[in-house]
């Protein structure tokens, strides 16, 4: 091993990929971006020291056999934690070399109990979390049973997104709504790894949908060491998404501590293990009842807001798996409370704003924005590149940035 030893960070087009280049190449850390295509943003970060072109993460099996290949000769070593997509490639990559472990990650179980969402459920509930009602049904009969069990609404949504794509889910508000969505969703060819950790990978999985006044969803993230010692801890609740109902996050403030702090950790430490992590909790704050309904275990969309408050999750990260004694980067006096994903953002509360929808709660939030320190999804005075390539991709497809704000109601 080099005195610091190189990371591979894939989904060099994502924020979660910038922020993990932006965190370790400041620190010294020789940082190699992959992705399918050279158009890819992260390849143009002063923070990056090569780039190399891969397979498209889309094609399972390709990329995982090429990833395997990678680990035997050691061209790649540490990967970077950046989507769902790497982890569960890789930890398919580790059980094809057959090492018990990827280096610096949890085990593949344990990686593929978080990833996929039926095991997740069976996982947080042996771990005594709360979680809602889920099943795994696959056919229409078993759907309608669940459904008599939980009652209406409930939630329709991939079981992993692996092989499915960036499908969402939806709300199913009736049976005549289940009987139209509850079918497979189209996996197409080269998916078969995928589907030998899961046979029923195309089917939906079905959850309660908690219907409270005021919900809020609340994100515990994090970074626990080899021995699930917390190296640094964070929470933040989003606020808007895109497309509205079951979406991305667009707005996330900053929040306290949780009344399930240390429940939500716990939970982590006996899914997960170790490593970066999101947990997403639904809180009622009248009743302080939770429900967790997603474990990442990797960087996160907001990711960069926790760096920017002192919680450098990648360093921290890297930090836990090399030994390296490695200084923290400086944070400002006054921490930013927002991360944001700008265009988004704007065109939903500019078309609330035209609507006439709560305009005095819009134009307050606008306020908000110009007035409330915060951080963007991908911008960076002192690396410019990376932002004006993510915002061009954005642009491209102008229809679909807009169109989900204009059909929601």
Request: hydrophobic share 40%; glycine share 10%.
């Amino acid at each position: 091993m080099t005195a610091h030893p190189p990371v591979a960070v894939f989904d060099a087009d994502l924020p979660p990929g910038l922020a993990c280049i932006r965190s370790l190449g400041r620190a010294g850390v020789p940082v190699t971006a992959f992705h399918s295509s050279r158009s890819a943003m992260g390849r143009h970060s002063k923070f990056s020291s090569e780039f190399r072109e891969s397979p498209s993460m889309l094609e399972t099996d390709v990329f995982i056999n090429w990833l395997t290949g990678e680990l035997e000769s050691g061209r790649i070593g540490l990967i970077a934690p950046t989507s769902d997509s790497i982890m569960f490639h890789a930890a398919c990559a580790a059980e094809n070399v057959g090492g018990p472990e990827l280096v610096g990650h949890a085990s593949p179980d344990a990686i593929f109990d978080s990833l996929l969402k039926h095991r997740f459920a069976d996982a947080l509930t042996r771990a005594g979390f709360p979680t809602p009602a889920t099943a795994a049904p696959t056919s229409l009969g078993d759907a309608e049973q669940f459904v008599a069990e939980v009652g209406y609404p409930v939630v329709a949504k991939p079981r992993t997104h692996i092989g499915v794509g960036v499908e969402r889910g939806e709300i199913i508000e009736n049976h005549a709504d289940l009987v139209a969505h509850f079918t497979p969703y189209e996996l197409g060819d080269g998916h078969r790894q995928a589907v030998e950790r899961d046979p029923h990978l195309a089917w939906p999985l079905l959850q309660e949908f908690i219907n409270v006044p005021d919900l809020e969803i609340v994100s515990v993230s994090g970074c626990l060491g080899p021995n699930g010692d917390v190296l640094a801890l964070g929470h933040s609740s989003k606020v808007r998404q895109w497309p509205p109902g079951l979406g991305i996050g667009t707005l996330f403030v900053s929040e306290d501590h949780q009344p399930f702090t240390d429940a939500a950790v716990d939970a982590v430490r006996a899914v997960l293990g170790m490593g970066i992590f999101e947990f997403e909790v639904l809180y009622d704050p009248v009743s302080q009842n939770y429900w967790g309904i997603d474990l990442n275990p990797r960087a996160f969309g907001q990711v960069a807001l926790d760096i920017a408050r002192g919680h450098d999750l990648p360093l921290h990260w890297y930090r836990s798996v090399t030994g390296l004694n490695l200084p923290d980067a400086s944070v400002p006096d006054s921490l930013p409370t927002q991360w944001r994903l700008g265009l988004p953002l704007t065109v939903d509360l500019v078309v609330e704003l035209a609507r006439g929808d709560h305009r005095r709660e819009t134009l307050k939030e606008l306020g908000g924005l110009l007035t409330r320190s915060g951080v963007g999804a991908t911008g960076d005075w002192g690396d410019p590149l990376p932002a004006l390539h993510f915002q061009r991709s954005m642009l491209r497809h102008p229809g679909g940035l807009v169109r989900p704000f204009l059909s929601s109601d």
